[in-house]
């Protein structure tokens, strides 16, 4: 749901952003859900993607040297990354704690580095769906969808302020 989200917001913005997204227990190539896809159709702001083209991709070295920060909805995500990407951690946060934390009067670099540091917490999960009714999947979506757009307020004041 979210590489979807921040897609549109740059799309938006004319940010110069490219998201990838990736998991970190996935079944490569599967399809998404129908109901992570009704969940990112209710959200009207974000356009209407090819959600039915998306296929999973499993989190792996590639993935995180290129980014410049790994955003995770969940502790466990942080951890993981930090755990098999050891000397790539640093660009592992998770987005609650990122939008919480950030020093508005910094650089992104800096901001990354000060999330970065503070251990990931599960006060700042975005509950996963899996296994809920459509009403899990639309509150996780909308709960991802004003993260999104706090990130990329906090963001755009360092990119263009």
């Known amino acids: ?3 979807y989200m921040l897609t549109t917001i740059a799309e938006a913005s004319g940010a110069d952003w490219q998201v990838r997204t990736a998991g970190t227990h996935v079944l ?3 399809s998404m859900s129908s109901r992570t896809r009704d969940a990112l159709m209710s959200i009207e702001d974000l356009g209407r993607h090819q959600f039915a083209r998306h296929r999973s991709h499993q989190l792996d070295e590639s993935d995180v040297r290129w980014a410049d920060v790994v955003l995770a909805s969940e502790a466990d995500h942080v951890n993981y990354v930090r755990r098999h990407f050891a000397d790539l951690s640093s660009k592992a946060v998770q987005l609650a704690q990122f939008v919480r934390f950030a020093p508005l009067d910094a650089s992104f670099d800096e901001q990354l580095a000060e999330v970065a ?3 990931p917490s599960r006060q700042f999960d975005v509950a996963d769906p899996a296994g809920g009714d459509q009403a899990a999947y639309d509150a996780c979506a909308l ?7 706090a990130f990329a307020t906090i963001v755009a004041a ?3 302020g």
């Open 1 to 3: 749901m979210l590489g």
């Open 28 to 30: 490569e190539g599967s």
């Open 117 to 119: 540091a503070t251990p």
């Open 143 to 149: 709960q991802l969808w004003e993260l999104s757009r």
């Open 158 to 160: 360092d990119e263009f």
